[in-house]
C-alpha cells in the first residue's frame, strides 16, 4: 500500500491525526487530495456517476424550480457548490436563457483545481456566449447574494469524525502509521473531543454499544455561512441520506462510510489515498436542526423521486421532440426516480431566507415531519 508522502511525513512529524482530519488531508490535501488531481472523476472513465450526468432533465427540473425565485428577486444569482464536470450549470442556464430567465451571474464555488477546468472548458464549448455571466469563486463572497444556492452531493464529501460507542465509553477514530508495518492503521481511543462526545451521548443510546458511526462536526459552521452568505432566496440540497431515526438506527452499527473508485464501492479508506473518493451519508435531521439556528426555515423536504416528479421531470420529457434522445431520457429517468435506484436513497432539502413561499418540487409529497 502506497501512501503519499505528503502523508506519511504529517504523520510521522505529528503522530496520529483524527478520521476527520485524515478524510480532509485524503479529498482536499493540495499535494494529493482526490479533489486536487486533474485524473477523471465522473462518467464513465470516472469513479462515479451523478445526476447531472444521467440526463438534461435533472437540471432543466432544477432551474423550473429556480424561476419563480429569480423572478421575485431583484438581481438574483444562482451559486453552485462542487459544480463537478460543469454539466449542471450548462443545463441550468440553457433551460433558463430558453425561458427568458437568467440570473445575473451564476457563480461557482470550486476547491478543485482539476475540476474547475473541466467546468470552464465545458461551459466555453457549450455556452460560450454565456460564458461572462459564469464566475469561479476561490473563496466566500464577500457580500451577501440573493437568489439560489445549490448544493448536489456536497455534503456526502465532508469530513467526518469516526466514533465508537462500547458500554465503558465513547471512543474516537484516530488513523496513525502502524510501527512495524509501515502502514495505515486505524484506533479509536477514548474520546476527548467534547462537542463529539456530547453529540454522540445526545444520540446513541449506551445499551445500543458497540456501535460504530460516524458524524459531520462541520455542518453547523457550514450552514451558518451558507445563512449568513444568502441575504434572500432558496438554498437545495440534493444528497444521499437518512433521517436521524434512520441514520442511526441499532441494526445500522457499522455507519455508513463508503469508497468509490473506478464505479465499484467498498469500506476501506485506508488504501489508494488520494486515488478514491471518500463518503459518508447524510443526517438530514442534523441539517434541519442545524440550518434553523442558523437562521434559515425549512421550505421542504422529500426524497428525489417526489422532489422530480413535483417539479415537473415528466412534463419536460413529454416536451422532447428527438425520439433517440427521449428514450436515453427514458432509461436514465428510471435510474433518477425508481426507489431502488436513486429515487429513494438520495433526498432533496429546500432553505429559505426571507423568502417564505412554496415549492412545486414538495408539492407531491413533503417529509419535513420525518426530520
Known sequence: MTIPHALQTLLTTQGDISFAEFMQQALYSPQFGYYQSHRPKLGAQGDFITAPELTPLFAQTLAEQCIP????IPNAVIFEFGAGSGRLAVEILKHLENKHQLPQYYYILEVSAGLRESQQTLIQQTIPHLTDRVQ??????????????????????????????EAEGIFESM?????????????????????????VTQHIPSDWAPYQSEVNLFIDGWLKQCADMLHQGVM???????????????????????????????PNPLINVGEQDITAHV??????EAAMTAGFHLTGYTNQAAFLLGAGITQLLDCMEDNAIKVNAIQALKQLLQPHEMGELFKVIALNKNYPHSMTGFSLQDKRHCL
Not at 425565485?69 to 421575485?72: K, V
Not at 440534493?238 to 467498498?266: K, V, W
Open 69 to 72: 425565485i429569480l423572478r421575485d
Open 136 to 165: 469561479w469563486l476561490t473563496q466566500w463572497p464577500k457580500q451577501p447574494i440573493s437568489g439560489v444556492i445549490l448544493a448536489n452531493e456536497v455534503l456526502d464529501a465532508m469530513p467526518v469524525h469516526r466514533f465508537l460507542r
Open 175 to 199: 488513523i496513525g502509521l502502524n510501527p512495524t508495518t509501515g502502514e495505515l492503521h486505524e484506533r479509536f481511543v477514548p474520546c476527548t473531543n467534547t462537542p463529539l462526545a456530547e453529540y
Open 236 to 266: 437545495i440540497l440534493i444528497d444521499y441520506g437518512f433521517p436521524r431515526s434512520e441514520y442511526y438506527h441499532p441494526d445500522r452499527n457499522q455507519g455508513t462510510l463508503m469508497c468509490h473508485a473506478q464505479h465499484l464501492t467498498h
Open 283 to 288: 443526517d438530514f435531521t442534523h441539517v434541519a
